[in-house]
Structures are given as C-alpha cells and as structure tokens.
C-alpha cells in the first residue's frame, strides 16, 4: 500500500467514523479540522484504522502524533513491520 | 471485521447504502420505519452510530410533531457510570429500537452516581428516568483488602458494599420513581495465582465473583434487576472482544468500542422487559428443526432423534432446550409444512421425542405459507404476532417470513442443530424481569385453553360452552402474594389494557396503601384448569372529578381469557366493592396506546355512559360513567366468589 493509498483508505474510514462525507484528509490536519474527532471519536478512529489496514497501535504511538501525516506515516511503518 | 457480535441477525447485503439511502424518505415516520427495520440487521458499531444519528433525528422531529412514534415504546433510560459509556449510547438506542422501545438515554456524570442518587441531581429530577443503569466496575466498587484478608473478613467488606448498593437502589426508587438495574462486575483482573484464585477469598477472581453473587441476592430481595455482561457472550465472541486493557488506559472504557452492539443490545433487552415488550412465544418449525429428516418421506422410523447417534442427540438436546424455555413459561408452538396427523404422531408415537403434545400451545402443520400459520398462532393464543420468536433451519423460510411478518423474530441460527439453544439464548428475545408462579403454570394454561379452543370449535352454542366451563372467578383485594403477577400483568399487558399505566410492585403497593384505593385481581379456575391471576383492576378517588366518585385506574385482563365473560364479573365485583365503601359512581377511562383499540368500547359495552373529560386529562383519553344506583350490570356466566 503506498502512502496515497493509505490517505485515501484512512479518509474513508474518517468519514465512516465520523459520518460526513465531506472529510478529507492532508499530511497536516488535525484533529480539531475534523468536526466529531474529539476524544471519544479518536478511539472509535483508532478502532476503525485498527480493523481497517489490520495493525495493532501502541498508546504511547498514539499520544505522540501530531498531525494526520504522522497517523499515516505510523501506519505506513506499521504494516511494513508485519 | 469479520467478528459478528449479533449473530442471530441476518445479515445485510449492502447495509451502508440502505442506511444512506433512507435519508430519502421524507416523512421521518417512514424514514423511521425504514431504520428499525435496519436496527435488525447485523451491524458494527459505526454503521450503529449512523443509524442513531439518523433515527434521533426522526424521533425528535416525531416528538416535536405532537407523539413518538406508535409502534415504539417510550422509555427514559439514565445510566449512572464509574467508566467511560459514551460510545455505547448509540447501540443502546438503536438495540432499543430493535426491541421496539424509544429509548431516550440520559448520562449522568463520570463516578458522580453516590451524589446524584443520595443527595438527589435538579437535571435527573427534571428527566424523570424509568430505568436507571448503575454502570460500576471494580475500581469503583471492589473493596480493597490485602490479599491475605480472611473470609469473613472479605465477607464483611463484600456486604458493605452491597448494603451501599442497596441505599442507592433504594434512593433510584424512591427519589426518581425508577427501576434500579444493577451492572455486574466483570472479570477483568489477571489472576494472580492461577487456579488457585478461587481459593484465596481476597484474590481479584474470587472477590468479584462473590460480589456478584451477594449482589445478585440482594437484588432478587429488593426488585432491583442486574445487567449480566459475563453470562451471555454468543459463540465466537470471547472476553477479549469485550474488554481490551489497551481501551482501558486510553479513555477508561470498560466496554470495547467494536463490543457495543453487542452491550447495547443486553441493555436494551432489559429495558424491553421492563417494558413488557419480551416475546413470549417460541415457535418451532419441525421436520431438521425437531429432528434430523423428513417425516413425510422418512417415515416415524426414518427420523434422526435421540440416542443412536450424534445428530439425534443434538435434536433431542435442542428440544430438551425448548422444553425447559417452556417450563419457564414461554409458550411453544408449532408451525410446519407437514400432514398434521403424521406430524401429530411423532409427538405421539415416537419414544425420543422430548416434547410432548401437552406442551405445545399452537400446533400448526399444513400446507398453508409459514406466515399464514404464524398468524394463527398468534391469533389462537390471543398474542401479538410481535410476541413471537420462529425458528426454522430453512433459511429461505427465515427470510420470507421475516418479509411477510416483520414484526415476528426470526434468529438466523448455526447450520448445525447443535448449535440452536446457545444462539437462541444468545438471541435474548425472552428476557424477564420476574419468575411467578404463574410463568411455571402457563405452558399448561395455554395447552388447556387450546383444548377449549377446541370444545369452541365444535360447539355451536355459545352460551352452552361458556356454562359447560363451570368458570368460576375469585376477587380478591391484591395483597402481598398477588403482587409480583399483579405488577407483572400491569408493565406486560398490551392489548386489553384500558389505561396502559405501568406500575412497579413498590408503586402499586404505595398506591394500595390509599384505604378509599380499591384494588382487586381476578382468579379464574374452569374444568380445564385454574388460568391464575388474570385480571386486575384499580380504581381510586381522583382530585378531578367528584369526592364520590372512583376513578378506574386500571383496568386490564389477560388475553387467554377473552370472551369469557370476565370482564362482565369483573365489574360486578367492583361494583359492589365501590359501593361499600359509599361511591356512588365509576369513571372509566380509554386511553389510546396504539396498541389497546380491542378495549375502546369496552365501557360502552358495559353500560357505561360517555361523560366529558377533565381539563388536565391526556388529549386522547375518552371517559365513561356508570352511575352506581339501579345500574344494569351485563350477565355472565361466572360463579362469584369473593375471598379475603
């Protein structure tokens, strides 16, 4: 998976989670961009990529990102490390 | 994902687009109807979360347009937490709906419970909950205890907190009017020995599963009911599913977030059950349902059933399943495509069979579609088609049913027969709020009256049959035996209840205590058998309509007993007890449940005469008098008998 594809697959599951078609994803938005994505709706995100691109994140992996290209790049790394 | 948390729903092809596409409906009632419709299929917990946010939408503005909508019960549920519940409110509401109840849930604050129970909350006051949900876990109710601590010493610390548990279901009642239901703990602690947990009273395991257990007795002592999150997992969902520690760290959710559906579901199984809305009648179909084979083309011999090999012994076991859901009180019946005198003789004839013919209520084999017959159960046994649970190994049968009869339950179930009574189970449709005496005699009572059924059928004269009963109704002011079934007909019976006015035991016994208050339950005992507690009636003063005048509260019956003149007798004897007491009228009141038009005239026909409503009374409410002097009381054909 290149990481345009991970930005597009990570954008659909925001909308799922996050019921709003109109979302979309760059390497710098951040949460509060998103409408919905507080901190109940950031485990339901975590959740949802989990199943999504089939990974397992860390708390402390979580915590440390800054933006969504940090999320992308985890995942990235994440599913190269399989 | 590929783990299915509700299995006995079907699932759906494309469940996303049939979510999108019902935001074009129009009318919110339609677009409501379309999302219950979708609440009933297999969904995860984001496809959840959309059909809430969609439904809600449609409730407030039914709400806004003068009424919830008629096919749902309205309920307000306020859960109390130690831990984070926000995620799992849309699958309460949606599970709700699946249910058929309009679950409006409150939330109160984060470990705040003690507070807005004891000391009382202006917010919870104001929303007025039917149901409060403590949502404890270990950290807020383990007692800490050093390992070594003794078991009386664990004992003690284990009944304070139940005792405390106990003053907070007791404020739950008291202060909101609610029904407490109580969370029970789940095991989520490691061990710490191994095996050995369960000898070391103070160990994590054996303090929570003592805990649940003493919780658990107090509960049955007080009426307060429990939400059992460990016992009822289906197959292929395991502890892991439910609690993942990592959740835990992250936003101290006890419940993972993919488990929702799941938890909303047991919680609004409950909160059906309060309600009344638990089915009651399983339907099973017969031929690779009851045993292995056709019985038509096999032949009595050629069934598999019983023991001799695997398959037989799971169909015996699944029916040795349905006879104990039977005992408990839930209905059997049968629909099947079959000649009813070979399907007939298997019951008779077959040396394996576990069920029995006197244990089925309805027994429907013929030719007719499966949804025809399903409304003949109904029919026969004066229930609502939503009262029904069908299970049918032939998925096809499944499916038209559920498209020709959506109000009937229809689990999907496991290929294998061996897998029936887990799934069923898992399906929760029979939830209770109280085992009665009566539960454990209605199989029989219901196969009695299938046998008068039969009398009927054949009789032509109505009159003849109805004295050939020898009916004979006990009236009996409602104390402390009859209450349990008396509570449980007022928050269960649907179709003939006058005023649909739930009441909690503890309400109905404080409103009793009213000495001018009349409250009578009817016993009705014919040759067939006693039909037990089937009627009751409550009537009191009421400050709008005259100091002499009683108003009917609450008029219900049980729907087993229609056409027996019950209703007749039963006026005579409240007649006469108002009448003792000095009341020189009764006010009978109809008030519209969407579900109760077979009574609209029931006081017409019992010779009550229309008399204006008061001012605050419900809009839709119509009121009736029958002035006590010289009143003309209809006949019937019961032997009164009226018992202290």
């Known amino acids: ?82 | 994902m590929t783990t299915s948390f509700l299995p006995w729903l079907p699932a759906h092809e494309s469940l996303g687009e049939a979510i999108r596409s019902s935001r074009a409906i129009a009318k919110p009632d339609g677009r409501l109807r379309a999302l219950v419709r979708l609440a009933g299929y297999d969904r995860d917990v984001i496809a959840t979360g959309k059909i809430d946010r969609l439904a809600g939408e449609c409730l407030r503005a039914l709400v806004e347009g003068g009424g919830p909508a008629e096919s749902l019960t309205p309920l307000r549920l306020a859960i109390l937490p130690s831990h984070t519940v926000d995620h799992l409110l849309p699958a309460i509401r949606v599970a709700g709906l699946h249910r058929r109840l309009a679950l409006e849930v409150k939330l109160g604050g984060y470990g705040l419970y003690r507070q807005e129970l004891l000391h009382g909350d202006e917010e919870l006051g104001r929303f007025e909950p039917g149901l409060i949900l403590l949502a404890l876990d270990a950290s807020a109710m383990l007692p800490q205890l050093p390992i070594g601590a003794s078991e009386p010493e664990v004992e003690s610390a284990v009944r304070q907190t139940v005792d405390e548990l106990r003053l907070l279901w007791e404020h739950a009642r008291t202060r909101y009017g609610a029904q407490p239901v109580q969370q029970l703990l789940l095991p989520t602690a490691p061990r710490l020995f191994g095996s050995f947990d369960a000898l070391v009273p103070a160990s994590p395991a054996a303090l929570v599963e003592r805990l649940n257990t003493v919780v658990a007795a107090a509960a049955r002592q007080d009426g307060a009911l429990v939400l059992d999150l460990a016992g009822q997992m289906p197959e292929q969902v395991g502890e892991q599913d439910r609690f993942d520690s990592v959740r835990w760290h992250q936003g101290k959710q006890l419940i993972n977030p993919p488990f929702a559906p799941l938890y909303g579901d047991l919680v609004a199984r409950v909160a059906a059950a309060v309600s009344g809305l638990s089915a009651k009648c399983l339907v099973l179909d017969l031929d690779n349902t009851l045993w292995g084979g056709v019985i038509g083309d096999d032949g009595i011999e050629g069934i598999r059933l019983g023991q001799g090999s695997a398959e037989g012994e799971a169909y015996a076991a699944f029916q040795h399943y349905a006879a104990q859901l039977g005992r408990r009180g839930v209905i059997l019946a049968v629909s099947s495509k079959n000649d009813e005198v070979v399907a007939r003789a298997a019951f008779e004839q077959h040396p394996d069979m576990v069920l029995r013919l006197g244990d089925i209520a309805g027994f429907q084999a013929n030719w007719s579609d499966k949804a025809a017959n399903l409304r003949a159960i109904a029919q026969q046994l004066n229930i609502g088609l939503e009262s029904l649970v069908f299970i049918d190994d032939n998925p096809a049968e499944r499916a038209i049913v559920r498209r020709e009869l959506p109000q009937v339950a229809v689990p999907e179930l496991p290929e294998d027969v061996s897998g029936y009574p887990a799934r069923i189970a898992a399906a929760g449709y029979f939830e209770a709020v109280s085992l009665t005496g009566e539960d454990l005699e209605r199989g029989r009572s219901y196969t009695a009256n299938a046998e008068r059924q039969a009398v009927l059928d054949t009789a032509t004269d109505m009159d003849g049959f109805l004295r050939s009963l020898a009916m004979q109704l006990v009236a009996r002011p409602i104390g402390l035996m009859d209450r349990p079934r008396a509570a449980q007909l007022i928050n269960k019976s649907n179709q003939y209840n006058l005023s649909t006015r739930r009441r909690t035991e503890q309400e109905l016994a404080a409103m009793l205590t009213d000495p001018a208050a009349i409250g009578l339950g009817f016993r009705l005992t014919d040759r067939f058998g006693d039909n037990g507690l089937i009627s009751v009636v409550l009537a009191r003063p009421d400050p709008a309509f005259a100091q002499n005048e009683l108003l009917i509260d609450t008029w219900l019956m049980s729907c087993r007993v229609l056409g027996r003149g019950v209703e007749a007798a039963a006026l005579a004897c409240l007649a006469q007890a108002a009448g003792s007491q000095g009341a020189l009228a009764l006010i009978g009141e109809y008030r519209p449940s969407g579900r109760n038009s077979m009574v609209e005239n029931h006081y017409a026909d019992l010779g009550f005469k229309p008399t204006d409503a008061p001012a605050d009374a419900d809009r839709k409410s119509r009121f009736w008098k029958l002035v006590l002097a010289n009143a003309e009381l209809p006949p019937h054909h019961l032997k009164l008998e009226a018992s202290q």
Not at chain 1, 40 to 60: D, K, S, T, W, Y
């Open chain 1, 1 to 82: 998976m290149t990481e345009a594809e991970i930005y597009d697959a990570l954008a659909d599951v925001a909308r799922d989670v996050f019921d709003d078609d109109t979302i979309k994803l760059g390497p710098e938005t951040r949460a509060p961009d998103v409408p919905g994505w507080d901190s109940q709706g950031n485990i339901m995100l975590i959740v949802a990529a989990e199943q999504r691109f089939g990974v397992r994140f860390r708390p402390a992996e979580f915590e440390s990102l800054k933006n969504v290209g940090d999320f992308v790049s985890l995942i990235a790394a994440k599913r190269d490390g399989r």
